[in-house]
């Protein structure tokens, strides 16, 4: 064949393959298909992706599924193996069990993964994307041997390589409302729906103060995702249950309720209109009224060796940007801040850029925890004291700088001493040694959700 006749110009998605080539005419796929996220995707490009899959809900689907279902497609009975670099984001979160629900019926196999890992261009501003690759065929022409790559160089024998390309039982880690296990639920923090009017800078809440001191019991510490992770509060009017006598007491105050309710009553929202009727209070309560709270920043540095969780009073209002479990206690903080939910979250989390972005639904809600008596609690709890106690070595420090990279290892060494405490216990509690590698932590966790899923 003339060279000028093998190449072939089109929207891959559109064309059909066999008029390209017939698949007995070939053994290997391989290919590189563009790395665009649903956020980046035109109009054109989502279109593709929903006649490719036959209308069904594509969800949050990177434009790259769009080949592993024209592959499908086209191998199926065929002996053809495929290999495609890809974006990572479709072996984490969400992403995960949509595109694996929608390819069910193919019975597909991996054969062999590169774990991620940073995709470098010639071009003049060079793109670092964050890549897998994936070799995969139908189950009856699996290779004998399979291979997981990882970014250290190692190379991993597998028995089964999952949709998470990790050597464990293939299960899809769907979003599911309640946790699998007998804990807490975690929620976001409360929404304002204020448009700014009942949050105030440290100016502000130091000019009511100045004119108005009783108001204090009315001015409350707002924590977000930034606000926990940089020790940098902002505060809020929390007005609930305010009396119309306390209003004539406090009048500076008034202005800040009218603005919310015409904020509220200038919305299409009925959520929102109904909310005016009540403009004193946030428009979407879930704050405690008493006990502790664990808080979450819904976004973190991959850098970093633990996710910073904070555990504090109800008395601080916890906002919408950050995750956040009431009732809470210092067992549960111990084995949320262990390596073993970190392990669990760095595999099923979905991304943010390359940071974590955590997820109730899929990180909290399907974690497994461990089935263990009230002495082993207390066990963990006392660890977790140790973690609270040796942050407050350095009180000056946030959070961010307490567990950055550098400063964790060669500063916050107490501190790094007290999570390794930590872990010591919470992995005796789930029958784990010591020196136990994350992929192994990662297996027994998929194992473990494998039984606790296995009546659905």
């Known amino acids: 064949m003339d060279s000028n006749n093998s190449i072939y110009e089109g929207n891959a998605l559109r064309i059909d393959w066999n008029d390209i080539v017939k698949p007995y005419e070939l053994n290997y796929i391989m290919g590189n298909p563009p790395f665009i996220g649903k956020k980046e995707q035109t109009s054109s490009q989502k279109e593709d992706l929903k006649t490719i899959f036959d209308n069904q809900r594509i969800g949050t689907l990177d434009y790259v599924t769009g080949w592993y279902k ?31 629900t929608l390819l069910k019926n193919y019975d597909l196999t991996i054969n062999f993964a590169y774990r991620t890992f940073v995709w470098n261009n010639e071009a003049k501003h060079k793109a670092h994307v964050h890549v897998v690759i994936i070799g995969f065929s139908n189950k009856d022409f699996a290779t004998d041997t399979k291979d997981i790559f990882t970014d250290n160089d190692s190379i991993i024998t597998a028995t089964t390589i999952n949709p998470y390309l990790l050597d464990a039982p293939t299960v899809l880690i769907k979003s599911r409302s309640k946790p699998i296990s007998s804990v807490e639920p975690m929620n976001y923090g409360s929404m304002p729906i204020d448009d700014g009017n009942l949050i105030l800078s440290s100016e502000e809440k130091d000019h009511l103060l100045s004119n108005d001191p009783l108001l ?52 299409h929202r009925p959520g929102t ?22 808080v979450l920043p819904k976004v973190s540095s991959e850098r970093r060796k633990y996710i910073p969780i904070e555990y504090m009073d109800s008395k601080n209002i916890i906002n919408g940007s950050a995750l956040m479990i009431q009732n809470a206690n210092l067992y549960m903080f111990g084995v949320l801040n262990s390596v073993v939910h970190n392990a669990w979250m760095r595999v099923v989390a979905g991304r943010m850029k390359s940071d974590y972005q955590y997820s109730a639904k899929i990180v909290y809600n399907n974690f ?14 006392k660890t ?12 000056d420090a946030t959070l961010a700088e307490l567990y950055a990279p550098k400063n964790f290892e060669n500063i916050e060494i107490d501190l790094r001493k007290a999570h390794e405490a930590n ?26 959700y494998e039984q606790l899923t296995s009546s659905e």
């Open 216 to 267: 204090k019991k009315f001015i409350r510490p707002y924590y977000g995702g930034r606000e926990i992770l940089h020790s940098t509060p902002r505060y809020c009017l929390w007005l609930v249950g305010i009396t119309p006598a306390d209003l004539r007491s406090h009048p500076s105050i008034i202005k800040y309720i009218d603005a919310t309710r015409e904020f509220r009553e200038a919305s």
């Open 368 to 381: 497994p925890w461990p089935e263990i008596d009230n002495r082993q609690k207390d066990a963990i709890a």
């Open 273 to 294: 209109l109904k909310a005016a009727e009540r403009p004193a209070e946030f428009g979407e309560i879930r704050q405690p009224k008493s006990g502790q709270v664990i």
């Open 384 to 395: 977790a004291q140790g973690i609270i106690s040796a942050r407050k070595d350095d009180p």
């Open 70 to 100: 024209k592959a499908a497609d086209y191998i199926k009975g065929h002996s053809i193996r495929v290999a495609f670099v890809s974006t990572n984001s479709i072996t984490q979160g969400e992403q995960v069990v949509r595109l694996w």
């Open 423 to 448: 872990d010591k216990a919470v992995l005796k509690a789930y029958g784990l040694k010591p020196l136990v590698t994350e992929l192994e932590i990662v297996q027994h966790l998929f194992r473990m």
